[in-house]
């Protein structure tokens, strides 16, 4: 049974989200296919180039031929699977997939790098939102990397436990993520956040930032350094969700 939210509006919906060079549009009928246009108009007019110029096309025909510019009630954006009917999150087989070849070997190992060990915390918090339940599954995962020496983490009995209750998760993800469980209410704050070799940014003015900052580390209770900037990450990655969260 698909979940109807309240409508706040008698217009269509007709919403664009553009952060450098990721661009997302939602849109109901009968604006949808005016949407599209706009939104292609605007690219060619911004970023116009001479017929002979050497620099790659600014729109993908190849994206566009794999259904990148068809508007769908599931689409797989940023990674995740979202389905605007069911209003639900799921992570691609192929996500799953690398979850797996990356921990299996882990629990065979004494040792592995730091980088690895960044490698592989990089890809579980961002399938957390879409894998019930393992948002409580990074605290000792994130403590080897202080306990980290000589650029190298240990896998202990206890870090390998927890690997193995991810492993399960990978292999039997079957219960999709309601898409209002992360995103309960609505925001105070909307910013625009991306990730890079440097890690994760947020982009906004110096009061919506600190605004931001503020919220992030307002918990019921008080918790450690570590405990944190865990909760940072966390709602970080939460935020990026309720930014592409669609709405019937």
């Not at 001479?50 to 068809?70: L, V």
């Not at 009917?85 to 730091?114: D, F």
């Not at 896998?155 to 309960?184: D, G, I, R, S, Y």
Request: overall charge positive; some cysteine; hydrophobic content about 45%.
């Amino acid at each position: 049974m698909a979940i109807t939210l309240p409508s706040t509006s008698d217009e269509p919906l007709n919403y664009h989200d553009i952060y450098i060079d990721d661009f997302i549009t939602v849109a109901q009928q009968p604006v949808h296919t005016q949407a599209m246009n706009n939104l292609l108009h605007a690219l060619n007019q911004v970023f116009a180039d001479p017929t002979d110029s050497p620099r790659r096309a600014i729109i993908s025909e190849s994206k566009m031929e794999k259904g990148d510019t068809a508007f769908s009630t599931n689409h797989t954006i940023l990674g995740w699977n979202i389905d605007a009917y069911m209003m639900t999150l799921t992570l691609p087989q192929r996500r799953l997939n690398k979850m797996t070849s990356l921990i299996a070997p882990k629990l065979t190992q004494k040792y592995t790098s730091v980088k690895r060990w960044r490698e592989l915390l990089g890809v579980l918090r961002s399938s957390s939102p879409a894998l019930y339940g393992t948002i409580h599954l990074f605290s000792i995962l994130q403590h080897a990397l202080y306990l980290a020496r000589n650029h190298r983490v240990r896998l202990t009995p206890l870090l390998k436990l927890v690997l193995q209750e991810w492993l399960f998760v990978a292999q039997t993800a079957t219960q999709p993520t309601p898409l209002h469980t992360l995103a309960p209410c609505h925001p105070d704050v909307l910013a625009a956040t991306d990730a890079s070799k440097d890690g994760m940014g947020v982009s906004g003015s110096p009061g919506m930032l600190l605004l931001l900052m503020h919220n992030l580390h307002c918990v019921a209770r008080p918790v450690s350094p570590l405990q944190s900037r865990t909760i940072l990450s966390q709602r970080l990655i939460l935020l990026a969700v309720s930014l592409i969260v669609i709405w019937n």
